[in-house]
T-cell receptor
Framework: ETGVTQSPTHLIKTRGQQVTLRCSSQ?????VSWYQQALGQGPQFIFQ???????GRGNFPPRFSGLQFPNYSSELNVNALELDDSALYLC????????????FGPGTRLTVL | AQSVTQLDSQVPVFEEAPVELRCNYS??????LFWYVQYPNQGLQLLLK??????LVKGINGFEAEFNKSQTSFHLRKPSVHISDTAEYFC?????????????FGTGTRLLVSP
């Protein structure tokens, strides 16, 4: 148990739709990151939020956006879904200011038809 | 930028045999190193990490890894595997940078333990 939860577990959408994925971190974890894991691949970094501000982004287009809230919850939003967005989306949290362990949630499996 | 190469996509091994999963990385700056395990339909669990100090790192479930700076390697080892070790293993690096931590993962090695 990492203390990080994600919802929903599974989700099916069609091309062009928008989706919101949610993550709840441990109390005190001011940093949250999101990763995309395509089938058979390692996770790819999407972005990181620290105290509700985005402070780093990977090679993902602007239609991937996020929010982080004061209650240690966060969201990943994806607009204009494409077939290639089908993947497992993982959030990870850690105490802010420490280059230390990220704790991963179980992930949300998104299927785009 | 950093990159990680996991040379073996799949490693079959018999129960109670030793195993080594290989990981090489590339980076122009100092990095932290991690090994994560992923069981089917689950998220990632940290096995061990190297931040500084002794280059031999011990983790959970009897795993250990050795950081070799000259070889830019961080191979994972276990002297005797169990059926329950069957999973996907990911090596990852992050730049040494307080606060910001972007994990760069390898493509993973599937460990298959058979009786």
């Amino acid at each position: 148990e990492t203390g990080v939860t994600q919802s929903p577990t599974h989700l099916i959408k069609t091309r062009g739709q928008q989706v919101t994925l949610r993550c709840s971190s441990q109390s005190g974890h001011n940093t949250v990151s999101w990763y995309q894991q395509a089938l058979g691949q390692g996770p790819q970094f999407i972005f990181q939020y620290y105290r509700e501000e985005e402070n780093g982004r990977g090679n993902f287009p602007p239609r991937f956006s996020g929010l982080q809230f004061p209650n240690y919850s966060s969201e990943l939003n994806v607009n204009a879904l494409e077939l290639d967005d089908s993947a497992l989306y993982l959030c990870a949290s850690k105490p802010g200011g420490q280059a230390d362990t990220q704790y991963f949630g179980p992930g949300t499996r998104l299927t785009v038809l | 930028a950093q990159s990680v190469t996991q040379l073996d996509s799949q490693v079959p091994v018999f129960e109670e045999a030793p195993v080594e999963l290989r990981c090489n990385y590339s980076s122009s700056v100092s990095v932290y190193l991690f090994w994560y395990v992923q069981y089917p339909n689950q998220g990632l669990q940290l096995l061990l990490k190297y931040l500084s100090g002794s280059t031999l790192v011990k983790g959970i479930n009897g795993f250990e890894a050795e950081f070799n700076k000259s070889q830019t390697s961080f191979h994972l080892r276990k002297p005797s595997v169990h059926i329950s070790d069957t999973a996907e293993y990911f090596c990852a690096v992050s730049e040494r940078r307080t606060g910001f931590q972007k994990l760069v993962f390898g493509t993973g090695t599937r460990l298959l333990v058979s009786p």
